[in-house]
């Protein structure tokens, strides 16, 4: 129950402060001082409406379609292109316009590579003496998503994407030099992203975001205020002096600086531990796929793992300013509905596995009486 536990905490947390973090721009937008908190239950709610769902969904039926939802992963990707459906907010054209809702394409993307990624993984078997090509096709594809999303753009993303599909690659025994060799072809990519002036100007602002606070440095200043000032035990649930309009999304990519302000050191360990604890959870039942030899199901539950923790691990650092911004939120804590959805999802996913080896497990030794006698 671990999972669930810590699961069910972090998305307790997600609430409070997204409640707390969100009070100045329901002011701005003159909506109600509770907005986004229901906003971010309503997408909690149909989350778990669909994690239900996917719980009677056998792992079995995943690995049959991991080829197919490859091609839904591009088509998806390719959708907010298309006039009409496409919806941009600062630039960045990322999100489907459904009338009554926005969806921000990505977010289901990642969990279909996982899938996909999984399925190519465990259909190859042993790695370590793989060639070169079984390495590459995965990383390939990586990098041709992560050429999609440089177009909308969104470089989080695609840096969360080709993580995942690397560290997948590098956990079922892909040879180092292969993957040393595979990340090199990707540095003119790597190189022609980071030269796009808002890029570059993002990464001399990490360096020293002091020498232009009120400018390129705005946003991580506004953040390490919000750390400092939170200390040991925080200024107080619902006292952030930063989210009145000086930390620019306060609720979303910001989030994790509200909350230590206002919890202080004792709210950032906190939420690390619960992350620890979920994602060393998720990784125990990857592996005990793997020793059932069930390699699909430890793939799909090793990936998820991966995008959870790396992309938890790069909004905290961004927030503590330990890395450059990103605009990636914090997973079951951030508002963000796609996100927030997709992460339940994904959390369901791998309690169905988790059921499905428990189930074996009891199987297996009636299995063996019944053949004894």
Request: with cysteine.
């Amino acid at each position: 129950m671990a999972l669930v536990g810590s699961a069910l905490a972090l998305t307790f947390i997600g609430i409070v402060m997204v409640a707390s973090a969100s009070i100045a721009i329901t002011d701005s937008l003159h909506v109600s001082q509770w907005h986004f908190m229901w906003r971010h239950i309503f997408y909690l709610a149909l989350g778990v409406g669909l994690a239900t769902g996917f719980l009677f969904i056998s792992v079995r039926h995943l690995e049959v379609l991991s080829k197919p939802l490859l091609l839904l992963a591009f088509v998806l990707l390719l959708l907010p292109f298309v006039p009409g459906l496409g919806h941009t907010v600062n630039g960045a054209t990322r999100w489907l316009d459904l009338g009554i809702a926005r969806f921000q394409v990505v977010e289901a993307v990642k969990l279909l590579v996982i899938i996909y990624v999984a399925g190519y993984l465990a259909r190859r078997g042993e790695f370590r003496n793989g060639r070169i090509l079984e390495t590459f096709k995965p990383l390939v594809i990586g990098l041709i998503m992560a050429a999609l999303l440089l177009q909308q753009p969104d470089m989080g993303s695609a840096v969360v994407i080709l993580c995942i599909i690397a560290g997948m690659v590098w956990l079922a025994g892909a040879a180092w030099k292969h993957l040393f060799v595979l990340g090199l072809t990707s540095l003119p990519l790597a190189a022609f992203a980071a030269m796009e002036p808002y890029r570059l100007q993002r990464i001399v602002s990490f360096v020293d975001p002091w020498a232009d606070p009120y400018n390129t440095g705005f946003q991580l200043t506004q953040a390490l205020i919000a750390v400092g000032r939170g200390q040991i035990s925080g200024v107080g649930l619902g006292s952030s002096v930063q989210k009145l309009y000086y930390l620019p999304e306060a609720h979303t990519d910001f989030i994790f600086a509200v909350l230590a302000e206002e919890i202080g050191l004792i709210g950032i360990v906190l939420v690390m531990l619960l992350f620890a604890i979920l994602i060393a959870r998720v990784f125990s039942i990857g592996l005990k796929a793997h020793r059932m030899d069930k390699p699909f199901a430890g793939y799909l539950a090793h990936g998820i793992g991966l995008w959870i923790g790396f992309q938890a691990l790069v909004s905290i650092g961004v927030n503590l300013g330990l890395l450059p911004t990103k605009g990636l939120t914090l997973p079951l804590i951030s508002s963000g509905g796609s996100s927030l959805l997709m992460t339940v999802v994904a959390i369901a996913m791998v309690l169905r596995i988790g059921w499905e080896l428990d189930r074996e497990a009891l199987e297996r030794p009636r299995r063996r009486r019944g053949w004894q006698a």
